[in-house]
């Protein structure tokens, strides 16, 4: 079955440093949705994307899907203390939605 | 709106032991899903349903059994529970297999 692996586990930064986590699937989806999950809430969607090669931002946020449809990054450019959390890619190739193990970001100001 | 909803928010059980998580959502939402979540191992698919009257498997079914009877609600029911069941259970929808609305989990602890 699809598999998703996410890297890396945890990060710890400085505050204004950049994050990047990276996510890779074992099969071609159809699309990819990121999501963010504070200490002790529930996850919630930032974005997804569907297009080969597609790149989108957010604020500070830039998320990318790669050519072949099988990996994708989240970049967090100068980190904040509201940052801080656990993201996670959830890939999707079929009505189910997989997700990875998340990586867990830790921001000391 | 209310969103998703789930009860109850904590709950602790003997082993054997059987329960019902209950989860609704008012947003008209066709696709439902139950998720676990333990320490290091993210967001594990239990069951997830396409709309009224039809569900089926995710990647850790075991142990767990669901039903679609409306579009509004999605019960998992755990039939003897087990210590290896202990977890924070997550219910989300979705209109399509677009973005998932998450409600705010179900702590459960079987001793």
């Known amino acids: 079955g699809q598999q998703v692996m996410q890297i890396p586990q945890y990060q710890h930064v400085q505050e204004g440093e950049d994050f990047t986590t990276y996510c890779n699937s074992s099969t071609t989806l159809s699309n990819i949705q990121w999501y963010k999950q504070r200490p002790g809430g529930h996850p919630v969607f930032l974005i997804q994307?569907?297009?080969?090669?597609e790149v989108k931002k957010q604020k500070r946020l830039t998320f990318q899907f790669g050519e072949a449809k099988k990996n994708s990054s989240l970049h967090i450019t100068a980190t904040q203390t509201t940052d801080v959390g656990t993201y996670f890619c959830a890939g999707n190739s079929g009505y189910a939605l997989n997700f990875g193990k998340g990586t867990s970001l830790l921001v000391t100001p | 709106n209310a969103g998703v909803t789930q009860t109850p928010k904590f709950q602790v059980l003997k082993t054997g032991q059987s329960m019902t998580l209950q989860c609704a959502q008012d947003m008209n939402h066709e696709y439902m899903s139950w998720y676990r979540q333990d320490p290091g191992m993210g967001l594990r698919l239990i069951h997830y349903?396409?709309?009224?009257?039809?569900?089926d498997q995710g990647e850790v079914p075991n142990g767990y059994n669901v039903s679609r009877s409306t579009t509004e609600d999605f019960p998992l029911r755990l039939l003897s529970a087990a210590p290896s069941q202990t977890s924070v259970y997550f219910c989300a929808s979705s209109r399509t297999s677009g973005e998932q609305f998450f409600g705010p989990g179900t702590r459960l602890t079987v001793l």
């Open positions: 994307l569907v297009k080969s090669g």
């Open positions: 349903s396409v709309g009224a009257g039809i569900t």
